[in-house]
């Protein structure tokens, strides 16, 4: 088994979990509104030809679409893009969601006119080609915008969540991000793949929520961060 079919793996394992804690009732519109201004406020006004890459259940493409863009997600998780499917489904001009790889999307250069993610650059396997390759994607002036925390600083081997059998040391070596202890390490990613006005803020909004509602299973409570470029 590959790398990446490992990591594919444990994500289909938890996407029914994953999902579910996503679409939490009691916190469900308080997450929406304070996405939806979140991202509104990252990327230039709607519409856009945005790809989200990673798109895991599809949180973020649902958002992104909900704001007027024209969106498409894509992961290698079968079990995750079961969930984002099912949701795109149920809502007139939802993301469109297919297989594929965020290190290197299988579209023609300037396709887009942003490329997001979220939760995705600590799991990325080679995320300076990623990123580079995300750029090539997009038309002048386009963006890329990431959320992503310091979830592992200790390492995912001293982790509370249960990473042994799919993130074992062969996954880890080509995880760069994985175990990194500032954000300062994901600019930097974004710097050198050639992008400019990288910008960092801290989404103290989801920290507040965090703080209301509570953090998911295994996880510590900690500053999210989105961070922005543009070519």
């Given at each position: ?10 994500w ?7 999902d579910?804690?996503?679409?939490r009732?009691?916190?469900l519109?308080?997450?929406?509104e304070?996405?939806s201004?979140i991202w ?23 958002v992104?679409?909900?704001?007027g863009?024209r969106?498409?997600?894509?992961d ?8 984002a499917?099912r949701?795109?489904?149920?809502v ?17 250069a300037?396709s ?18 990623a ?6 994607l ?43 202890s ?21 989404l ?10 509570g ?17």
């Amino acid at each position: 088994m590959s790398v990446q079919e490992k990591i594919n793996d444990y994500w289909t394992g938890r996407a029914p979990d994953y999902d579910a804690y996503q679409q939490r009732p009691d916190r469900l519109a308080a997450d929406q509104e304070a996405w939806s201004r979140i991202w509104a406020e990252a990327l230039p006004a709607a519409p856009l030809d945005v790809l989200d890459v990673g798109t895991g259940s599809g949180q973020v493409a649902m958002v992104l679409a909900g704001l007027g863009h024209r969106v498409t997600g894509i992961d290698l998780s079968e079990g995750m893009l079961d969930q984002a499917r099912r949701h795109a489904a149920a809502v007139a001009n939802g993301p469109v969601i297919q297989y594929g790889d965020a290190v290197a999307p299988d579209f023609p250069a300037a396709s887009f006119d942003a490329v997001t993610s979220r939760y995705l650059m600590w799991t990325l396997r080679e995320p300076q080609e990623a990123v580079a390759n995300w750029a090539r994607l997009l038309r002048p002036g386009g963006t890329i915008a990431v959320v992503d925390s310091t979830w592992f600083p200790d390492g995912l081997d001293n982790a509370s969540e249960n990473f042994t059998e799919h993130y074992d040391p062969q996954v880890q070596a080509v995880l760069p991000l994985a175990a990194a202890s500032s954000i300062d390490q994901t600019v930097a990613v974004l710097q050198q793949a050639g992008l400019s006005k990288v910008n960092v803020t801290p989404l103290t909004s989801i920290y507040e929520l965090d703080q209301r509602y509570g953090v998911a299973p295994n996880h510590e409570h900690q500053m999210q961060y989105l961070v922005t470029g543009t070519v």
